[in-house]
């Protein structure tokens, strides 16, 4: 009817009883739940924070604490692009990758692990039945890509990606842009807080979770950190499955004339080096680290430095400079002193080493020769540890004191390193070794010496001890190296861990210990520490109090009077639509006082006394008055969600790019191209967001180019899901609490 029409009709009237003014139109929805059981109360709360599982069938061949890290790998995928399995060393991770990949649709699927671990994933894959593309952190580091379009990519390993100053990770970034990726690792944060949002970033988008509260993925210290949980992924039954670590330190007797390489250190220290400082710390870090490891790693580290003195001095002829790569061979490749890396001069520029040192070298390595055959205290060490004949795993940082150890222990023993194994002088497949250190290997060697080439992915349960004979630069390679040998599937109940503390004079110079323990912090610092992880408490819940559920309210009998009061953010579809999808889970304790506590120990706290009280009754009106003082908190996570639709990008290039497309979008719209139209719109709908890293780079790359190029790259984006236009909380579950009847 048009509003002419009224003319010859009386006007609509709005009829009611009585109409009445509310302060808070939310609180007309918020509604307690029917009286429940306490119980069933605390797990609808608990349930309600859990981050979401996907419901598809899984493989019967998963262990039963496998599943749900699995059905939440699944939904992070599918909602998100994209997981963090981050379970803990010997959990079976690959297994769970390997069960995530049999449920994906879209194939092929393209694993990306170290190239040692090649042979252990293509069995795995084989038994279980799954189709893999393999692909090695080596090709990816030499720019070599995967020559097929994944439905899905595996990252094992995934700390390795962990910076984008590394070239493996810029060409991983390139080769995701579109790809959805699972990303394996036990230990995401390494050295920094930043190494678990660059990995993240690969395959999420920044703002993936901002109608949680989290506007970035790299807010440490944030309270919205605990949003993680629905892309990280921990585990939370299998931890007591595996063998328990007895660790112990071995460190030189005061007495000890020094372990060997020790009495060489005031030689050492008299070598210059290099005038730049950042080259001076790494050849002398790896000098150090030699030294410490043994006398024939120092004699190698040495010739090393040799070799570069003299490719130094022809350099210096023909009036250019040593390289990058020159340099790096003679400071080691360890992994953790890759942060000096960037203040070393690249290749067009000048570097001076101290050519004079050669006049020293010779004498310094007929020394290091001399040391190798007389009595070394560290050795001794070894020698007395490995008397019980019990299995062992010996890990050490250079390639030549694996030769040492071999030639000077009596009895034969495994070795391994990244190019070559035996036992004794017989040189064996490394493959056909490593598995007499297997789980279902009875007998074989009892000691196995070897390099980090297998402190990563390998089984070698058949282990009951670890010897760190040379210490790494980070508490990461620690835990990599135990969880060869704690994992599920050992034969013990314990294994000895056994670290050897470098002599007091290398320590006072490399500071080996403190950067251990610096590392060790990292994950702290992060948010991220072992079994304190801020997203993992809502999982835990879920595991603590699990049975049936009630959306309802209980009253347990406590000294303090307040409610723990539990809700979901779900957003409808609208239209009418009454499917529903839940955005945030929260939970809050709201005390008498009204003052409102969302920490995770106010909140697990309460649940736990709640699933132990005895049960009180409810005062009439006391749900209502506690939704009233929640009331406004729960407004202010619906308008939080609200405004996620609203970010807005910080990125430059995608700006610039953004800025082009509204020009083509005017130019399209006078030529009435309806779909190059729609091609911009959904582009720009992209780019008004965050990217993942590729993505970034992609923008980067075709912000200049023309208008067919520029539109081809942009639909290679995939779209941003949308955020349902309705919004509404619904009530979980409320517990009140006060003094018993």
């Given at each position: ?14 009829v ?13 929805s ?12 605390v ?5 309600g ?32 692009r ?17 069960a995530?990949?049999?449920?994906w649709?879209a ?5 990306v ?12 894959a084989?038994r ?7 692909w ?15 439905g899905l ?49 690969l ?17 440490p ?18 931890r007591d499955?595996?063998p ?9 007797e ?30 002398r ?7 410490a490891?043994?006398p ?7 010739r090393r ?5 003299r ?13 990058r ?14 942060v ?8 067009t ?10 006049d ?12 190798s ?25 250079a ?10 222990l ?14 004794g002088?017989v040189p ?8 007499t250190f297997?789980p279902t ?12 080439v ?5 089984d ?24 060869r ?15 050897f503390?470098p ?7 490399l500071?080996?210990?403190?950067a ?6 990292a ?6 520490a ?17 049975g ?6 209980a ?9 723990l ?13 009454a ?5 945030v ?11 409102v506590d ?41 308008r ?8 807005c ?20 719209a ?8 729609a091609r911009i ?6 780019l ?11 923008i980067?790359r075709v ?7 520029l ?8 779209g941003a ?21």
């Open positions: 009817m048009t509003a002419a029409s009224w003319a010859t009709f009386s006007p609509p009237a709005i009611a009883e009585a109409l009445v003014a509310v302060d808070d139109a939310l609180r007309t918020l509604r307690p739940g029917p009286a429940a059981a306490a119980a069933a109360v797990a609808g709360i608990a349930a924070l859990a981050p979401p599982a996907a419901p598809d069938p899984l493989p019967a061949w998963l262990r039963p604490e496998q599943r749900r890290p699995v059905a939440r790998a699944l939904a992070s995928l599918r909602l998100h994209g997981a963090l399995l981050a379970c803990h060393t010997g959990s079976g991770k690959t297994y769970m990758a390997l995530v990949a049999a449920a649709p194939g092929p699927i393209v694993c692990i170290p190239a040692a671990l090649d042979a252990q994933w293509a069995d795995a084989r279980k039945g799954v189709e893999l593309v393999p090695s952190h080596e090709r990816l580091s030499r720019g070599r890509l995967p020559p097929v379009r994944a990519v595996i990252v094992d390993e995934s700390h390795h990606f962990r910076h984008p100053s590394i070239a493996r990770y810029r060409h991983l970034a390139d080769y995701l842009v579109g790809c959805p990726a699972l990303l394996l690792s036990a230990t995401p944060v390494v050295n920094r807080p930043e190494d678990l949002a660059h990995q993240l970033r395959t999420v988008r920044d703002d993936a979770l901002a109608a949680d509260g989290l506007t970035s993925l790299d807010a210290g944030s309270p919205a950190q605990a949003a993680l949980g629905a892309i990280v992924i921990t585990d939370t039954l299998c499955d595996r328990v670590r007895r660790r112990r330190r071995s460190a030189p005061p007495d000890d004339a020094g372990d060997a390489g020790d009495a060489l250190l005031p030689e050492l220290d008299t070598l210059a080096l290099s005038r730049e400082r950042s080259v001076a710390m790494l050849i870090g790896g000098l150090l680290q030699a030294a490891s043994s024939a790693a120092l004699a190698a580290a040495l430095y040799r070799a570069l003195l490719h130094a001095a022809d350099a210096r002829a023909a009036g250019r400079a040593p390289s790569a020159a340099i790096r061979r003679c400071a080691g490749r360890d992994g953790g002193q890759l000096l890396w960037s203040l070393v001069a690249d290749e520029e000048r570097t001076e080493l101290a050519i004079d040192d050669l020293r070298l010779d004498a310094l390595i007929a020394t290091a020769i001399r040391l055959d007389q009595p070394d205290p560290k050795l001794d060490r070894l020698r007395a540890l490995m008397a019980d004949q019990r299995p062992t795993i010996v890990f050490t940082a390639v030549d004191t694996v030769a040492y150890l071999r030639r000077r009596t009895a034969p023993v495994a070795w391994c390193t990244g190019a070559r194994a035996g036992i002088r064996l497949a490394r493959a056909a070794l490593l598995r297997a290997a009875t007998d074989g060697p009892r000691v196995l010496i070897t390099t980090d297998a402190a990563e992915g390998l070698l349960q058949r282990a009951a001890r670890v010897v760190h004979y040379d210490l790494p630069w980070t508490s990461t390679r620690l835990d990599q190296r135990e969880g040998a704690v994992r599920l599937g050992s034969s013990h109940r314990e294994v000895d861990v056994i670290r503390d002599p007091a004079g290398i320590e006072r110079r500071r080996r210990l403190a251990i323990a610096a590392s060790a912090s994950p702290g610092h992060a948010g991220v072992a079994g304190d992880e801020p997203w993992r408490w809502r999982e835990d819940l879920t595991s603590r109090f699990p049936p559920a009630a959306a309802g309210t009253a347990v009998a406590a000294t303090e009077r307040g409610a009061i539990g809700w979901v953010i779900e957003g409808l579809s609208g239209e009418g639509s499917e529903a999808r839940t955005l889970g929260a939970a809050a304790w709201v005390g008498a006082d009204g003052i969302a920490s995770p120990p106010a909140v697990a706290g309460r649940l736990e006394h709640a699933s132990r009280a005895a049960r009180r009754t409810a005062a009439p009106g006391e749900a209502a008055a506690a939704l009233d003082l929640m009331s406004p908190g729960i407004g202010v996570m619906i939080q969600a609200q405004r996620a639709r609203w970010t990008t910080t990125d430059a290039a995608a700006r610039d790019v953004t800025r082009r497309l509204r020009s083509l979008a005017a130019d399209a006078r030529r009435r191209d309806s779909r190059t139209l719109e959904r582009a720009l709908a992209i008004s967001g965050a990217l993942t890293a590729g993505e970034a780079r992609l980067q912000a200049a180019a023309g208008e067919g190029a539109l081809e790259a942009l639909d290679r984006l995939p899901a949308p955020l349902p236009p309705v919004l509404e909380a619904r009530v979980t579950g409320i517990l009140l609490f006060g003094p018993a009847d």
